[in-house]
């Protein structure tokens, strides 16, 4: 016990250390004011995915206790994922530890993790990740009672589908190795842990069914939507050493370029690797460490396909913990204690030269960076460039002269985060429409517009992903026609210009439900 308080010590301090330098930085108006956006539609009693598009429900109400605890805004949710981080440097640790028996490399194991622990607001998938590699381990040494394990990914799945598919496929990974093995508690452990999984699943599906219209808008919008674009995430291409159009790293230099793409191709290759080499030993080397490097082994290669899915750096934070369990088991086994100790450190080391002058490294812009200014909006306090403060301030200010807290405002295609700082509903219920559009999502996002009847409307002129055809006004030119021929057009920031309605749509009252596709 005493080894393990120490083991912590190390990692929590330099989390600390970075909350307290990095709580208040920068802002995100993409997937974190997706999340805070969710976050506050939960408080006024919506339902996500049901009623406005979102991620699977837990993390809302994750976030929502937070809120109510501290008070509402984007500093809030990045308290509430820092407590998530703090889950998993704590199961690191003690995973760590017990396989290897060494709470030297279980400590700068969870710091090399920590590093990697980024974006803030996707540290839910990052603790699942952990979670899952635990599992495998305690399925692969008999350690716990294999119906409840299985009941963790049942759980899972309220956080995200993908992590539930994610859990399955890495223990049919894991007892299929064991198949192999001969090893007859994996055989035994099997069908309990199948019963648990799927217990789990249908306590949530009948969850789901007795909330009036959940189920069928969640199949609707969170399965078959996936089975009709045919992806799971926008692609980009994959950046494989022998690739040679990799758009999302030119800006990146020739040193780092090279490093991420060998990352990424390395990665499944060790885990293919390792699992043969692993299902060989099992039984011949049935030891603790042995076991938590086919677990770890098992999870990233089944976790790849998140990366895979949209290949570039955000997404790649978030699958890289199973590899570093990984090196720290396998170090272990072929180095000994203190050779494992200096192999994480050196990929410690080298991490850190990697990801330094990333905006969101974990520890702050160690390198030069612009002045800040600390910028006051609602509950949150930010830590900003002056000219992002000051668009920042002028977007307030437009809108706030315009509407009314109770107004619904068109906020599109990737800038939820507008909606959240100043709390306003969404017009639409597509508040992340970066998709290719369909004919019927088009007429269908125009026919709410017109429902909703926004006096305020922000649109992006980026092109996502660099791509004309995802702009939003070749993606939905309907609406761009619309907006432009009922609107006016008052402010041009770096990306999204701001337009104000020049006389009234409809006449319907807005407390009406925004009508759904």
Not at 104 to 123: D, F, G, N
Not at 145 to 161: M, R
Not at 320 to 339: E, N
Request: glycine share 6%; hydrophobic share 50%.
């Amino acid at each position: 016990m005493t080894s393990t308080v120490i083991a912590l010590s190390l990692p929590i301090l330099l989390l600390v250390f970075a909350t307290l330098r990095n709580i208040r930085r920068g802002i995100n108006l993409g997937d974190e004011g997706y999340l805070v956006y969710g976050t506050q539609a939960v408080l006024r009693g919506e339902v996500p995915i049901r009623d406005f598009r979102g991620y699977d429900p837990a993390r809302y109400y994750w976030c929502a206790l937070w809120f109510r605890l501290i008070g509402p805004g984007f500093i809030t949710v990045r308290i509430a994922m820092t407590v998530v981080s703090l889950g998993s440097i704590f199961l690191i640790v003690l995973l760590v530890e017990h396989a290897t028996e060494n709470a030297l490399l279980a400590s700068v194991t969870a710091c090399l993790s920590l590093i990697w622990m980024r974006p803030i607001h996707k540290q839910i998938e990052v603790f699942f990740s952990i979670v899952c590699c635990a599992v495998m381990y305690a399925l692969l040494s008999g350690v716990g009672y294999p119906p409840l394990l299985g009941a963790l990914g049942g759980v899972a799945a309220a956080f995200g589908l993908n992590i539930a598919i994610y859990f399955g496929a890495s223990a049919v990974l894991v007892l299929l190795a064991g198949s192999l093995a001969n090893s007859e508690h994996l055989l035994s452990a099997a069908p309990q842990f199948a019963l648990g999984f799927l217990a789990a699943c249908l306590g949530l599906i009948l969850a789901a069914a007795i909330t009036p219209r959940f189920l069928g808008c969640y199949l609707d919008k969170k399965v078959f939507a996936i089975l009709r674009r045919g992806a799971s995430n926008l692609a980009l291409p994959k950046p494989w050493l022998w690739a040679t159009d990799v758009p999302q790293l030119k800006r990146y230099g020739n040193v780092k370029r090279f490093v991420l793409r060998f990352i990424f191709t390395l990665l499944p290759v060790v885990y293919v690797a390792a699992i043969g080499g692993n299902v060989r030993a099992l039984g011949l080397l049935d030891t603790s460490a042995t076991n938590l490097v086919l677990a770890s082994a098992c999870t990233g290669l089944v976790y790849f396909h998140h990366v895979l899915s949209r290949a570039d750096l955000s997404h790649l934070y978030q699958v890289f913990h199973p590899f570093v369990i990984f090196a720290a088991a396998s170090s272990q086994v072929v180095f000994g204690v203190y050779g494992a100790v200096a192999v994480v450190v050196i990929l410690f080391g080298s991490s850190v030269l990697l990801l330094f002058r990333e905006h969101i490294f974990i520890f702050g812009p160690l390198a030069k960076h612009p002045t800040e200014t600390l910028f006051e909006i609602g509950s949150d306090k930010f830590l900003l460039t002056q000219h992002d403060a000051d668009q920042l301030q002028k977007i307030h200010d437009i809108i706030c002269s315009h509407s009314t807290s109770s107004d619904r405002i068109l906020s599109v295609p990737n800038i939820p985060g507008f909606l959240a700082l100043l709390n306003r509903g969404t017009a639409v219920y597509d508040t992340f429409p970066v998709y290719p559009a369909s004919q019927q999502a088009r007429d269908t996002m125009l026919k709410q517009i017109i429902h909703s009847d926004p006096p305020v409307a922000i649109i992006s002129r980026a092109k996502v992903d660099g791509r004309d055809d995802l702009m939003f006004a070749n993606n939905y030119p309907e609406v761009e026609a619309f907006i432009k021929n009922n609107y006016t057009s008052v402010f041009k920031g770096r990306s999204e210009t701001i337009f104000i309605k020049r006389c009234k749509i409809g006449s319907l009252k807005l407390e009406e439900p925004i009508p759904h596709p």
